[in-house]
């Protein structure tokens, strides 16, 4: 069955400082891969998509995520946090032509001044 | 606003009572989802509309839910006897269906309705 696995529940990281927010998913096939970002009270927004390939993949607000089928990870970063990005991260993995679209359990990021 | 919108936003009911929820996607997507999502979980996925067909409902949707999408564009979420486990955000995501290739599996999310079951 589909799994992904978001091994940090929470990350702590200075403003100005590098982030990677890790992600393992398990699925048969090549998988649709996706990173969402969830502020409070807000819906999930996709920051970037992975279907097929450059393995490197640029999304939104200076977020990259990096396809790595040997170790089945689509591991997501950005070179410089601001305050601004203190939210919940989500990795989603999407079934190649079906319905569903499965999520792992979050990372919560907090940026420290 | 064009995105995918929900009301109410936030809904306290007490055990028992039944609820029900609206989703409006986005005008062009005949694709539609629910998800529950729970504190410190991800969204889970519920049931999927395709147009005014069901065609796919998770084990996690009891008897107690139900779900419908009448004219293919609005859908409801219907919880009866509400249970204090149900207590959670429920999301609606829609996405464009096979023909916008671009769009392909990327879901649009409403802003979700917030349950508290007392």
């Known amino acids: 069955a589909q799994s992904v696995t978001q091994p940090d529940i929470h990350i702590t990281v200075s403003e100005g400082a590098s982030l990677e927010l890790r992600c393992n998913y398990s699925?048969?096939?090549?998988?649709?891969l996706f990173w969402y970002v969830q502020s409070p009270g807000q819906g999930l927004q996709l920051l970037l998509k992975?279907?097929?390939?450059?393995?490197l993949v640029q999304g939104i607000k200076g977020f990259e995520a990096e396809f790595k089928r040997s170790q089945s990870s689509f591991n997501l970063r950005k070179p410089s946090v601001h305050w601004s990005d203190a939210a919940e991260y989500f990795c989603?993995?999407?079934?190649?032509?079906?319905?569903?679209?499965?999520f792992g359990a979050g990372t919560r990021l907090f940026v420290k001044a | 606003d064009t995105g995918v919108s929900q009301d109410p936003r936030h809904k306290i009911t007490k055990r028992g009572q039944n609820v029900t929820f609206r989703c409006d996607p986005i005008?062009?997507?005949?694709?539609l989802y629910w998800y529950r999502q729970t504190l410190g979980q991800g969204p889970e996925f519920l049931t999927y509309?395709?147009?005014?067909?069901?065609?796919?409902k998770s084990r996690l949707l009891s008897d107690r839910f139900s779900a419908e999408r009448p004219k293919g564009s609005f859908s409801t979420l219907e919880i009866q006897r509400t249970e204090q486990g149900d207590s959670a955000m429920y999301l609606c995501?829609?996405?464009?269906?096979?023909?916008?290739?671009?769009?392909?599996?990327?879901?649009?999310f409403g802003p979700g309705t917030r349950l508290t079951v007392l």
């Open positions: 005008s062009e997507h005949n694709r």
């Open positions: 989603a993995v999407g079934e190649t032509g079906g319905f569903k679209t499965i």
């Open positions: 995501a829609s996405k464009a269906g096979l023909a916008d290739p671009r769009s392909y599996n990327e879901q649009f």
């Open positions: 992975y279907f097929s390939g450059d393995t």
């Open positions: 509309f395709q147009n005014e067909a069901q065609l796919e």
């Open positions: 699925y048969g096939a090549t998988p649709y």
